[in-house]
């Protein structure tokens, strides 16, 4: 009797022990998180990026310069911007082809004011809106013509883009004053980091909370995993799709004022191709054209590393004529590994 009694009070071999809940299982813990930081679904993206500014930065380490790294960011602002609010579309299954020509038409709107000498801030201001109003008419061609949005906006992207080339003549908007605030302060920078770029983390940020944890967020999303569905739920889709569509122009148009301050001069042929960009980054970044999710901040990353892929190409001689090729490649790439781990993980889910 007293040697049962001893043997249920020591543990027996190989018996788990019980951690204190001040030690815990420290490293099965941090592997836990390492885990689902690497599930996460703009984490191939970011690992791509990191691997390939490894890989350019090994072979020319003045790319790994931090001007050079800003530089790759600033330019990285635009098509991020307009990334973001195509992942939102993405999601629910559309693709809008106007957004370089709306990020265009802005940015020329906006130089026209100044010069004309409305006030710059206003001026600003004004782009901002225009952007929207270019998305409600996309909406508009949508609702009531009751066309696919990839086709109403593939005819906006010419009317947008003729537009600002007509306004301007074809020629640039040059000669602003560049000493106002305007210019100083959208174009400058914040403790290092270009003002742009501060706005497109933001704009994420803020729209990555939208997605996720409001009633607007899971309308968008809940249309994508099924419309059906979704209107049978009282869910408006023409209206959402609205809002959304407006919600791309008001970013294409901040992007526009941005691009203003920091060239501080207007092209009526910017942004031409930011569209495939856009769209590129954002399936990059783990948003699918099946719709039903989307990766807000993946579509900013997917941004920057299409900016880090086409900086690399100059830094290996390689012309400007293969930008294009090497960013197709790396969708296909993108969208390949993406096709396989979905296939892989829905295969080990039904087995």
């Given at each position: 009797?007293s040697?049962?009694s001893?043997?249920?009070?020591?543990?027996?071999?190989?018996?788990?022990?019980?951690?204190?809940?001040?030690g815990?299982?420290?490293?099965?813990?941090?592997?836990?998180?390492?885990?689902?930081?690497?599930?996460?679904?703009?984490?191939?993206?970011?690992?791509?990026?990191?691997?390939?500014?490894?890989?350019?930065?090994?072979?020319?380490?003045?790319?790994?310069?931090?001007?050079?790294?800003?530089d790759?960011?600033?330019?990285?602002?635009?098509?991020?911007?307009?990334?973001?609010?195509m992942?939102?579309?993405?999601?629910?299954?559309?693709?809008?082809?106007?957004?370089?020509?709306?990020?265009?038409?802005?940015?020329?709107?906006?130089?026209?004011?100044?010069?004309?000498?409305v006030?710059?801030?206003?001026?600003?201001g004004?782009?901002?809106?225009?952007?929207?109003?270019?998305?409600?008419?996309n909406?508009?061609?949508?609702?009531?013509?009751?066309?696919?949005?990839?086709?109403?906006?593939?005819?906006?992207?010419?009317?947008?883009?003729?537009?600002?080339?007509?306004?301007t003549?074809?020629?640039?908007?040059?000669?602003?004053?560049?000493?106002n605030s305007?210019?100083?302060?959208?174009?400058?920078?914040?403790?290092?980091?270009?003002?742009?770029?501060?706005v497109?983390?933001?704009?994420a940020?803020?729209?990555?909370?939208?997605l996720?944890?409001?009633p607007?967020?899971?309308?968008v999303?809940?249309?994508?995993?099924n419309?059906?569905?979704?209107?049978?739920?009282?869910?408006?889709?023409?209206?959402?799709?609205?809002?959304?569509?407006?919600?791309?122009?008001?970013?294409?148009?901040?992007?526009?004022?941005?691009?203003?301050?920091?060239?501080?001069?207007?092209?009526?042929?910017?942004?031409?191709?930011?569209?495939?960009q856009?769209?590129?980054?954002?399936?990059?970044?783990?948003?699918?054209?099946?719709?039903?999710?989307?990766?807000?901040?993946?579509?900013?990353?997917?941004?920057?590393?299409?900016?880090?892929?086409?900086?690399?190409?100059?830094?290996?001689?390689?012309?400007?004529?293969?930008?294009?090729?090497?960013?197709?490649?790396?969708?296909?790439?993108?969208?390949?590994?993406?096709?396989?781990?979905?296939?892989?993980?829905?295969?080990?889910?039904?087995?």
């Amino acid at each position: 009797m007293s040697t049962d009694s001893t043997s249920t009070a020591a543990p027996t071999a190989g018996a788990p022990t019980q951690q204190s809940p001040a030690g815990g299982d420290r490293p099965g813990r941090r592997a836990g998180v390492l885990r689902r930081a690497l599930q996460a679904p703009a984490a191939s993206v970011v690992l791509a990026t990191v691997l390939l500014v490894g890989i350019v930065g090994a072979a020319h380490p003045t790319f790994l310069k931090p001007n050079q790294l800003l530089d790759i960011l600033q330019a990285s602002t635009y098509v991020g911007l307009l990334a973001v609010g195509m992942s939102y579309l993405v999601a629910m299954r559309e693709i809008d082809l106007s957004v370089g020509s709306q990020f265009g038409l802005c940015l020329i709107a906006t130089g026209l004011l100044i010069s004309h000498g409305v006030n710059t801030w206003l001026a600003a201001g004004i782009g901002v809106a225009a952007g929207a109003v270019l998305g409600l008419v996309n909406a508009a061609v949508v609702t009531y013509i009751r066309i696919p949005t990839i086709v109403a906006t593939l005819a906006t992207l010419s009317v947008f883009r003729g537009l600002a080339i007509a306004l301007t003549g074809g020629q640039q908007v040059v000669g602003l004053t560049v000493e106002n605030s305007f210019f100083t302060v959208l174009g400058g920078e914040v403790g290092g980091l270009p003002v742009s770029v501060i706005v497109l983390v933001v704009v994420a940020l803020v729209l990555w909370v939208v997605l996720h944890h409001t009633p607007f967020g899971y309308r968008v999303l809940a249309i994508g995993s099924n419309p059906e569905a979704a209107a049978f739920a009282g869910i408006s889709v023409a209206r959402v799709r609205m809002q959304v569509l407006v919600l791309v122009g008001a970013l294409a148009g901040v992007g526009g004022c941005l691009g203003l301050a920091y060239f501080t001069s207007g092209d009526p042929t910017i942004g031409t191709g930011f569209e495939l960009q856009a769209i590129a980054a954002a399936v990059i970044g783990g948003t699918p054209l099946r719709g039903g999710t989307a990766t807000v901040i993946g579509a900013v990353c997917g941004a920057i590393l299409l900016n880090v892929v086409a900086s690399g190409l100059t830094y290996f001689s390689i012309p400007a004529n293969w930008s294009a090729f090497a960013t197709g490649l790396v969708i296909l790439v993108a969208v390949g590994v993406d096709s396989l781990v979905r296939r892989r993980r829905e295969a080990a889910i039904r087995h």
